[in-house]
T-cell receptor, first 115, second 112 residues
Framework: EAGVTQSPTHLIKTRGQQATLRCSPISGHTSVYWYQQALGLGLQFLLWYDEGEERNRGNFPPRFSGRQFPNYSSELNVNALELEDSALYLC??????????????FGPGTRLTVL | GENVEQHPSTLSVQEGDSAVIKCTYSDSASNYFPWYKQELGKRPQLIIDIRSNVGEKKDQRIAVTLNKTAKHFSLHITETQPEDSAVYFCAAKGSGTYKYIFGTGTRLKVLA
């Protein structure tokens, strides 16, 4: 069974630009979570999508947004990039929220560098 | 707001010794507590988890204990091996919010 995949692996942008990161969950998983992992810090919860809808978001400004597609893949968009947005962005998937299964499986991440 | 504190931030042990990492959570409604291991340059991998209706869970050399009253849970690794060296993260999931709050991580170094 294929795991969670993310693309691209690395992304280099300049300040003020927009970045788009993509995530494909494990087949059968409908929930997708996005996390930011800045150097030396833990995982900061960004967004949670389930069944195509945004269910919850962390303490990040509105320029962090995303969506989930009908095939449950997801996209994270970061507008007006700032230097401090440089981080590893991790995506995780799990079974649908009402399944009683809470286990999250992580993708390899996208390393975003803002110059 | 919700918070998970994790200690220590770094831990060095001799091979064969035990390692203990502790986390304290603030949301009393949290009901699921996973532990992840992240090796350098790799994705976090679930190593063990526990639900709020259980006090302890063990899987070979790894065990997790949960004290709901005190709102803390701990990871115990016995007979440590060099391959246990990694960063370990705890997390707590809020009941109903499905929001996972992660600790800041513990860098474990097992010295051969």
């Amino acid at each position: 069974e294929a795991g969670v995949t993310q693309s691209p692996t690395h992304l280099i942008k300049t300040r003020g630009q927009q970045a788009t990161l993509r995530c494909s969950p494990i087949s059968g998983h409908t929930s997708v979570y996005w996390y930011q992992q800045a150097l030396g810090l833990g995982l900061q919860f960004l967004l949670w999508y389930d069944e195509g809808e945004e269910r919850n978001r962390g303490n990040f400004p509105p320029r962090f947004s995303g969506r989930q597609f009908p095939n449950y893949s997801s996209e994270l968009n970061v507008n007006a990039l700032e230097l401090e947005d440089s981080a590893l962005y991790l995506c995780a998937s799990s079974l649908f929220s009402g399944s009683g299964s809470d286990t999250q499986y992580f993708g390899p991440g996208t390393r975003l560098t803002v110059l | 707001g919700e918070n998970v504190e994790q200690h220590p931030s770094t831990l060095s042990v001799q091979e064969g010794d035990s390692a203990v990492i502790k986390c304290t959570y603030s949301d009393s409604a949290s009901n699921y507590f996973p532990w992840y291991k992240q090796e350098l340059g790799k994705r976090p991998q679930l190593i063990i988890d526990i639900r709020s209706n259980v006090g302890e869970k063990k899987d070979q050399r790894i065990a997790v204990t949960l004290n709901k009253t005190a709102k803390h849970f701990s990871l115990h690794i016995t007979e440590t091996q060099p391959e246990d060296s990694a960063v370990y993260f705890c997390a707590a999931k809020g009941s109903g919010t499905y929001k996972y709050i992660f600790g800041t991580g513990t860098r474990l170094k097992v010295l051969a």
